[in-house]
């Protein structure tokens, strides 16, 4: 068998490699990616360490041509008639001829491209964008406990299918009374400030924030497409019914039912920062008017919230019985860190904002202890994070002894003990901090629930409510300074996080979208929310039937796909590489998943497609937690070796990563093999310690990279 030069038309090109780079989270701009690998494939100095003892001399690719370009998405995506286009970049590199050969001498082409898909999850630029990114994360872990009940329980009837539709619900009841009483509740205090002082003022005020609840909401619902973006107006529709009537009510007169509910609850708010009868007088008297409505509608956010704890705990409880019975145990239960973790985020964003009204507004609340009352919570969620940051830095200590000689080649010895032990995401002390939190949440609510008062009670209550109002200006100061200062840094961090979510949460937000656009139309489900079937708005689904708002999925993979035909039709080439990183990896595997069998009915049958992923969370991250949308890769016929399955696709896939790398570590984990396979799938490289990031710019990995992307790797051959 020997390998033979394959003319390419003019100009004697010997073969052509196509190498399409997918970045990771965190790259906000297209190109990046394909410049650091090109930058990675150049002959090393012959000063590098290690190069003359590991690394044989190579021939050289000279740069070429350099191109940005733009493509149009699918037309699903297009906007009002516009079609929308995402950036990408190629650089065209071509082997310069070795010693003594002829300018005609036939050489090598190696074509690098990528595509940018950073933006499609972006948060929006302004204060008001980066308050309402951090949001969309708080929010988006209550949906990630949604597809993790998905695995728990799979089955389609029963208890499972309870239980399943009790994480929706809890999911369901924070987008919708929870977000919107809040919602209702600062306008209303806005509007109580902007108003001038008259008699009329109170009824003014609220007959424009129930106008303004009921619009908004309205307008939201026919113009939205997400289903929960729709949740969340109908919502607000009713909210705005809600503070109408209770102004109706006030004006016709308070009956005696409900005067002696405002008293109690005026009472329990009161005796919280009621440090002695004089205070406690004081407090009651400010609670007139609009104030005691606004009340109301607080004591109903927190009746909603304990709904939803009460139903995402039910669902913990229930997995833990099960898995206690050996049933599931595959499965890890999120629950509780992801309930944590969104309420933590919850109480910080919640405090920044209701801070920054209070304490950083001209005199917006008359009385602060109405605010600092209601979010006692703000202390252990501030202590809370402190014990996540004090975690974070205890895993970085340890990972520290895998840089002090530690052979790579022994993490392979017993893999995922180290992946778990050295795993900075829901490490043992994070799930300590979070449920901690939750307990320390938990007891604070109980005890306003409580009329009575103990030694405990009598000193606890002063304490919180001397440092809350400090610690909820200190945290609107900060939340100013990040949304300002320092928006740059934490839009970054935002963009990062929100990315990861947009795919975790694949199952959460397709489901209550439209069905696919291939779908038959009989088998459609169109998704309306409760108040728009009591309206009558939308009873059928959309012309083009597009899944827009939360899912993404579809449309990153989409992007990928657009690139990879165009690039297929144009460079016809002879081989193709997919080189990713990170989040890449995942989203190069699912578009290996659905796209694989299309591109190879455009390519000639021997033209190889090989994949090398760096640093993948695919395997301790995605199928750790979320299985029934992330199977482990054996599952998945297509990314096997072509010529084991008839779906296959792959002809090598090579993993490198880092082993401390806490995000990404190996892909085939051995506790998804009854028995040792014969073959090891994919080739797993282990690198020295180094951390998740710079992938590109390592040596070792630059060195690796070289040798897997040398010249006439995946040439056709003839005999």
Known sequence: MLYFALICGNGGIMGKQLIVVVHGVGVREAGVSTDMLSTALEPPHPEAPGTRAVEPPAPRYRAMTSDDFHLREHPRHDRDGKAQVFPARLRRFREAPGDGAGSNAPTHERVVADFFWGDIAEPRGGALGLVLGFFRIAMGLGHA????????????????????????????????????????????????????ESGWRETAMLSLLALVALGGGYVLLTRAHAFLIRHTAGWLMLTGVLVALMLLVAVAGTPVWLESLDNRLIDRSCALFGHNPEQAADCRDNYTGVFVIGLRLYALLIMALAVAVVLILSVWAACSLRQWQGRRPDVVNVTVPALGLMLLLWFLLISALWGS??????????????VTSALRGLLPAVLALGLLIFAALRVQVAKGALKRGFDPARYMDDPDTLAERYRLIFCPWMLTALALFLILLLG??????????????????????????????????????LVTTFRTAFAAGLGIATDVLAWINDYSWNSRDPALAEVE?????????????????????????????????????????????QLIMDETPDEIVL???????????????????????????????????????????????????????????????????PEAALDDWVNLFRVDDFVGTHVDAPRHHA???????????????????????????????????????????SD
């Open 145 to 196: 406990i949604r597809e993790n009940a998905r695995a728990l329980f799979p089955e389609p009837f029963g208890s499972d299918r309870t239980l399943r539709r009790a994480a929706s619900g809890a999911v369901l009841t924070l987008h919708g009374p929870v977000i919107a009483l809040n919602l209702v509740l600062l306008a209303g205090l806005l509007l109580n400030w902007v108003l001038p």
């Open 357 to 370: 009204v209070g304490y950083l507004g001209s005199d917006i609340i008359p009385e602060p202890t109405h």
């Open 579 to 645: 080189v990713s990183h990170s989040q890449g990896t995942v989203i190069a595997l699912e578009v290996l998943a659905s796209e694989a069998a299309g591109w190879r009915e455009r390519l000639h049958a021997d033209t190889p497609i090989r994949l090398i992923t760096m640093g993948s969370p695919y395997t301790h991250l995605y199928n750790t937690y979320f299985p029934a949308s992330f199977p482990p890769p054996q599952a998945r016929a297509v990314w096997r070796r072509r010529g084991t399955a």
């Open 444 to 481: 604070i609510g109980w005890d306003a629930l409580r009329s009575g008062d103990d030694p405990l009670a009598a000193r606890l209550r002063p304490l919180l409510a001397d440092w809350t109002p400090a610690v909820l200006a200190a945290v609107a100061l900060v939340g100013a300074a």
């Open 675 to 717: 028995e040792r396979p014969v073959e090891v799938w994919p080739r797993e490289i282990p690198m020295p310690a180094g951390g998740h990031t710079n992938y590109w710019t390592d040596r070792t990995a630059a060195r690796h990279l070289r040798r897997e992307l040398a010249p006439l790797a995946g040439a056709r051959v």
């Open 521 to 565: 139309p009989a088998q459609r489900h169109h998704s309306r929310t409760f108040v728009e079937r009591a309206l009558g708005l939308r009873p059928d689904p959309p012309g083009d039937f597009t899944a827009r708002g939360y899912w993404l999925r579809r449309r990153i993979r989409e992007r990928m796909n657009v690139l990879m035909e």
